[in-house]
Nanobody, 116 residues
Framework: QVQLVESGGGLVQAGGSLRLSCAAS????????MGWYRQTPGKQRELVAA???????HYPDSVKGRFTISRDNAKNTVYLQMNNLKPEDTANYYC??????????WGKGTLVTVSS
């Protein structure tokens, strides 16, 4: 049974920083990519950062230059460093592991609240 557990969310003032972690337990083979998504009520889940097995990273313009994704393959853990946070970054943040063959695993989310 694969489980992903996020941590590191919380309340922070605008301009502050948070570091999210996502640790995967269970048997994981051929991880194609790891990613972080966020979602607010009434909106679709959106990608905020992704890192592929070869090391390529992708960020949407909304977070580019402020968010950094990294990983520790030995620990099956992915991180999201978020700097210069803005109120519009407030959301539930979810991690995702995408395996070769199309399997996807999701965490249950961690809430990030940025106050103005």
């Amino acid at each position: 049974q694969v489980q992903l557990v996020e941590s590191g969310g919380g309340l922070v003032q605008a301009g502050g920083s948070l570091r999210l972690s996502c640790a995967a337990s269970g048997i994981l083979f051929d991880i194609n990519a790891m990613g972080w998504y966020r979602q607010t009520p009434g909106k679709q889940r959106e990608l905020v950062a992704a890192i592929w097995s070869g090391g390529f990273k992708h960020y949407p313009d909304s977070v580019k230059g402020r968010f950094t994704i990294s990983r520790d393959n030995a620990k099956n853990t992915v991180y999201l460093q978020m700097n210069n946070l803005k109120p519009e970054d407030t959301a539930n943040y979810y991690c995702n592991f995408n395996l070769a063959g199309g399997m996807n695993y999701w965490g249950k989310g961690t809430l990030v609240t940025v106050s103005s």
